[in-house]
């Protein structure tokens, strides 16, 4: 069974969340449907890539 997870705020923590479900091995247990943040789209995006947690 899958749980569907939203990530509300998009912060260091939030970040880290995404990027250890994305590196971690259990993809298929937890799907993440939504992120929740007041930044602009394309700013998210570049952190996500380039943040050096």
Known sequence: MTI???ING???IGRN??????E???KHDIE????ND???VK???HLTQY???
Do not use: M
């Open 51 to 53: 943040d050096t947690a």
């Open 38 to 40: 007041l930044g602009d």
């Open 17 to 22: 969340i995404l990027r250890a479900h994305y």
């Open 24 to 26: 971690g091995g259990k």
């Open 4 to 6: 569907k997870v939203a």
């Open 43 to 45: 700013a998210n995006a």
């Open 32 to 35: 993440i449907v939504a992120i």
């Open 10 to 12: 998009y912060g260091r």
